[in-house]
């Protein structure tokens, strides 16, 4: 079975650090790649997504990027964090055939930049 | 700009009843719905999905809904179960290009015992 997972679970970080998450998805091979962001008391905000490696598109310009060097890995990173970064950070996956059209999220990074 | 919405952030209903959940788009080529459902610090579970070629679909005390020329979706629960209290998120894409999914801001749902 296809499994996601996501790391680390809560992050503090001040503000003008860098960024680095991680997100693995095991039992699929070519899935689409999602990084999502929850701010608080909003949606769920795409902000990038990947097709295969190193293809990487964004969704919102900010000061975040992301990078697929695996094909079952996906990063996100940032070079100088900053207040507005807060947030809860979602992996996601999609496209095995068996799963359909569904999203299938990893447990989150909750980041707070102080 | 938000292409698919949510406009009641919160909602309480007692245990036994109903609870309606709605959603709204705005893009007509998106044909493929989800709800999820999340619960604090989780990330969101898929919980129902629905093709646009269909108008309704049913597991279990959960049903969704489309009404494609009203451009809206709603969740129903029935009977709704304290267990039920989560932010539910409604979701869309095209499959065609099957690569994007875009959630509404959520609906925080109150099961009260």
Known sequence: ?114 | DQQVKQNSPSLSVQEGRISILNCDYTNSMFDYFLWYKKYPAEGPTFLISISSIKDKNEDGRFTVFLNKSAKHLSLHIVPSQPGDSAVYFCAASRTLTGNQFYFGTGTSLTVIP
């Open chain 1, 1 to 114: 079975s296809q499994t996601i997972h996501q790391w680390p679970a809560t992050l503090v970080q001040p503000v003008g650090s860098p960024l680095s998450l991680e997100c693995t998805v095991e039992g699929t091979s070519n899935p689409n790649l999602y990084w999502y962001r929850q701010a608080a008391g909003r949606g769920l905000q795409l902000l990038f997504y990947s097709v295969g490696i190193g293809q990487i598109s964004s969704e919102v310009p900010q000061n975040l990027s992301a990078s697929r060097p695996q094909d079952r890995q996906f990063i996100l990173s940032s070079k100088k964090l900053l207040l507005s970064d807060s947030g809860f950070y979602l992996c996601a996956w999609s496209g095995d055939t068996q799963s359909g059209e569904k999203l299938f999220f990893g447990s989150g990074t909750q980041l707070s930049v102080l």
